[in-house]
T-cell receptor
Framework: GAGVSQSPSNKVTEKGKDVELRCDPI?????LYWYRQSLGQGLEFLIY????????KSGLPSDRFSAERTGGSVSTLTIQRTQQEDSAVYLC?????????????FGAGTRLSVL | QKEVEQDPGPLSVPEGAIVSLNCTYS??????FMWYRQYSRKGPELLMY????GNKEDGRFTAQVDKSSKYISLFIRDSQPSDSATYLC????????????FGQGTTLQVKP
């Protein structure tokens, strides 16, 4: 079946603008994760949704970052008043419900450039 | 100090060589260890998934975990140009849920 889908694949924005990044997880996957990958760096955890539980927001770097997941499926990561240091690849992953192996399947990412 | 340390390389080897990639970690709660491969402008894909200490082999790939030393390795035998990618180690205290902690990634180039 289809993998994790992210859109847009590339986004160029001006400093101070708001951006929205979208993630469509694999059908049937109840867990959804957002990570950020800066140039030459590993993945930095941002936020995690699991079913109807309260999300784990412990990785969000500032209150300019927020995410929601509607209907237990599609998720949107919003960055308000973007800064140049927000430039990175934003990766979304999904995994099967709790009880199965925590194997996370990743999308291709959204490459965000803040000018 | 980061929870997971990984030499970023780059590492360049001739085709057919044995490649050794390594990560060290500081959190003794980590029980589940993974290796992901990431091609340029693509998302990471899972290569190996292991639990606790020991070895796991899958084709040309072998993953080793030494929890007593907090050290994990990925070996690639008979390396191929198609193995050229960034290799990321990842780990978690939980086997079935929660965030993964990633290393920085090692960039590997296999030259024909």
């Amino acid at each position: 079946g289809a993998g994790v889908s992210q859109s847009p694949s590339n986004k160029v924005t001006e400093k101070g603008k708001d951006v929205e990044l979208r993630c469509d997880p694999i059908s049937g996957h109840t867990a959804l994760y957002w990570y950020r990958q800066s140039l030459g760096q590993g993945l930095e955890f941002l936020i995690y949704f699991q079913g109807n539980s309260a999300p784990d927001k412990s990785g969000l770097p500032s209150d300019r970052f927020s995410a929601e997941r509607t209907g237990g499926s599609v998720s949107t990561l919003t960055i308000q008043r973007t800064q140049q240091e927000d430039s990175a690849v934003y990766l979304c992953a999904s995994s099967l419900p709790t009880g199965a192996k925590n194997i996370q399947y990743f999308g291709a990412g959204t490459r965000l450039s803040v000018l | 100090q980061k929870e997971v340390e990984q030499d970023p390389g780059p590492l360049s080897v001739p085709e057919g060589a044995i490649v050794s990639l390594n990560c060290t970690y500081s959190n003794s709660a980590f029980q589940y260890f993974m290796w992901y491969r990431q091609y340029s402008r693509k998302g990471p894909e899972l290569l190996m998934y292991t639990y606790s200490s020991g070895n796991k082999e899958d084709g040309r790939f072998t993953a080793q975990v030494d929890k007593s030393s907090k050290y994990i390795s990925l070996f690639i035998r008979d390396s191929q140009p198609s193995d050229s990618a960034t290799y990321l180690c990842a780990m978690s205290p939980s086997g079935n849920t929660g965030k993964l902690i990633f290393g920085q990634g090692t960039t590997l180039q296999v030259k024909p």
